[in-house]
């Protein structure tokens, strides 16, 4: 079972990624380096509940 999720940038609160997971593997809030168009470099991605 996959659950979709949004991963917002730490920096600008812009919500850059959404995703999928499967809960039973990654079942906290996941925190990911990824690019951010609107800071324009990689920030901290954290997920959005
Ligand atoms: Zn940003």
């Known amino acids: 079972m996959r ?8 920096d600008c609160k812009s919500e ?3 995703l ?3 809960k039973k593997t ?3 809030r996941m925190e ?3 690019y951010c ?3 324009k470099k990689s920030t901290v991605h954290k ?3």
Not at 3 to 10: E, N, P, V, W
């Open 26 to 28: 990654h079942p906290d």
């Open 47 to 49: 997920e959005k509940k």
């Open 3 to 10: 659950t979709q999720f949004t991963l917002k940038c730490t």
């Open 16 to 18: 850059n990624y959404t």
């Open 37 to 39: 168009p609107t800071c």
């Open 20 to 22: 999928t997971k499967n």
């Open 32 to 34: 990911v380096k990824k």
